[in-house]
């Protein structure tokens, strides 16, 4: 099965930035990449922010202002742009994509916040 590809995770102080990318593992027709989602330890996994077909957004809360969803067509490549991260953001981060008619979920990428 085809599994988006995240990248772009770290360590980060307070305050500090950090841009996730997502992409498919090959050249792919009609893959889509729908949002990002979170999970952090102990918790269960929440939506980040979201992107359809035609760029609307949509953000969870507590990241609006601060992170911007894109997407780049031309590299079928979606990203996460995040700014004044707080160690609240601490968390594995994970790509929603879709493919024809699958869903799909990469492995994740880990982002800690911690001075």
């Known amino acids: 099965q085809v599994q988006p590809v995240e990248s772009g995770g770290g360590s980060v102080q307070p305050g500090g930035s950090l841009r996730l990318s997502c992409a498919a593992p090959i050249s792919l027709f009609n893959f889509h990449v729908k949002g990002w989602y979170r999970q952090a330890p102990g918790k269960q996994r929440e939506l980040v922010a979201t992107i359809s077909r035609s760029g609307n957004t949509n953000y969870a809360d507590s990241v609006k202002g601060r992170f911007t969803i894109s997407r780049d067509n031309a590299k079928n490549t979606a990203y996460l742009q995040m700014n004044s991260l707080k160690p609240e953001d601490t968390a594995v981060y994970y790509c929603?994509?879709?493919?024809?008619?699958?869903?799909?979920w990469g492995k994740g990428t880990l982002v800690t916040v911690s001075s």
């Open positions: 929603n994509a879709e493919h024809l008619d699958m869903d799909l």
